[in-house]
């Protein structure tokens, strides 16, 4: 079975421009997770998508944006991009949370380093 | 914000060795979950363990959980240098997401 995909592998980009980073879960589950992962701050939870929908998202400004697809697929987008936005970006999946509570393991795909210069 | 805190922040040891990380929590939870992480790479899921749950095995790896000192501890017996990597404690948060610790970072000479 396929784990969780990320594309691409690497991104370089210079400030102010715009990132775009895709995400594909494994098959049959619906809930997708962006975490961010900097140097010196640890992984940082940035964006929940379930069914479609926006369920939740971390203490990031709001160009951080994204959504999730018919096909449980997400895509994050970073505008404006500044130079601490450099970072691994990790996406996970996991079987439908029914609560908040988070009880389903996550499934983490390779990561997308952004590199803004 | 972190929840859970690991210790040591690094440690060393030589491959057949055991090595045991500690991770500590803040608030109540439902599970706590183990990852491996290498070179900056994706984080490999190791090991669930529920709230009522006490202790859990996975092939070398054994988990414990203390809820009432909110710590949790992971074990790796006979390490191996492809042990060598980073390692976290999540749990959940009430976004629906993990919140992770800093991690210990593991050493594992030949």
């Known amino acids: 079975e396929a784990g969780v995909t990320q594309s691409p592998t690497h991104l370089i980009k210079t400030r102010g421009q715009q990132a775009t980073l895709r995400c594909s879960p494994i098959?049959?589950?619906?809930?997708v997770y962006w975490y961010q992962q900097a140097l010196g701050l640890g992984l940082q939870f940035l964006l929940w998508y379930d069914e479609g929908e926006e369920r939740n998202r971390g203490n990031f400004p709001p160009r951080f944006s994204g959504r999730q697809f018919p096909n449980y697929s997400s895509e994050l987008n970073v505008n404006a991009l500044e130079l601490e936005d450099s970072a691994l970006y990790l996406c996970a999946s996991s079987l439908a949370s029914g609560s908040l509570s988070s009880y389903n393991e996550q499934f983490f795909g390779p990561g997308t380093r952004l590199t803004v210069l | 914000s972190q929840q859970g805190e690991e210790d040591p922040q690094a440690l060393s040891i030589q491959e057949g060795e055991n090595a045991t990380m500690n991770c500590s929590y803040k608030?109540?939870?439902?599970?706590l979950q183990w990852y491996r992480q290498n070179s900056g790479r994706g984080l490999v899921h190791l090991i669930l363990?529920?709230?009522?749950?006490r202790e859990k095995h996975s092939g070398r790896l054994r988990v414990t959980l203390d809820t009432s000192k909110k710590s949790s501890s992971l074990l790796i017996t006979a390490s191996r240098a492809a042990d060598t990597a980073s390692y976290f404690c999540?749990?959940?948060?009430?976004?629906?997401?993990?919140?992770f610790g800093k991690g210990t970072k593991l050493s594992v000479k030949p």
């Open positions: 098959s049959g589950h619906t809930s």
């Open positions: 363990i529920r709230s009522n749950e």
């Open positions: 608030t109540s939870i439902n599970n």
């Open positions: 999540a749990t959940g948060g009430s976004q629906g997401n993990l919140i």
